[in-house]
């Protein structure tokens, strides 16, 4: 089952690493961030394949590899000491529905209504699943980042006043 999993898909996962790595060098990543944004893009069309799988709505099928992979950006960005964005935008890229927006303009252009009315809302319901995924984690990280900020200001001062007293 597994064996059959990659067969599939293995095309398709090679080739979101090599475009990750075509866009990092096109947008100048640092050279010792690439292979990050590389593993993103990776992980982020490896998701999505196994919710393609699992027979997910495509809401959730971009959902769920959106906020594991931004996850992994807020976490490297800790760790590397660089911020997140170098990191989530190349692996999201994968993700991005291009080829549907193609298809949207294109019966558009044609003056096919019914068929850009579909192609539309295929597009939009993925940049929605998207666009959560990247939100809803990065808003968890702004607050857990900001909470100890905003305790060190508050009861900082509090410390250091009792200290000098002695």
Do not use: W
Not at 57 to 85: D, F, G, M, W
Not at 89 to 113: E, K, Q
Not at 128 to 145: K, P, T
């Amino acid at each position: 089952m597994i064996l059959q999993f990659f067969e599939k898909y293995i095309v398709m996962i090679l080739t979101a690493a090599v475009g990750t790595l075509g866009y990092c060098l096109l947008i100048n990543v640092n050279r010792n961030k690439i292979v990050y944004g590389c593993v993103g893009g990776v992980v982020s069309t490896f998701l999505y394949c196994i919710c393609v799988e699992m027979g997910l709505a495509p809401l959730i099928q971009n959902l769920i590899p959106a906020a594991v992979v931004t996850l992994y950006a807020e976490v490297l960005a800790r760790v590397v000491k660089a911020p997140a964005t170098v990191f989530l935008i190349p692996s999201i890229i994968p993700l991005v529905p291009g080829g549907r927006l193609y298809y949207t303009m294109r019966a558009i252009v044609d003056g096919d209504a019914e068929g850009a009315k579909v192609y539309a809302m295929e597009t939009i319901v993925i940049a929605l699943g998207i666009a959560v995924g990247i939100v809803v984690i990065s808003l968890v990280f702004y607050h857990i980042s900001h909470k100890n900020i905003q305790y060190k200001v508050r009861f900082e001062p509090l410390r250091n006043h009792g200290q000098g007293e002695k």
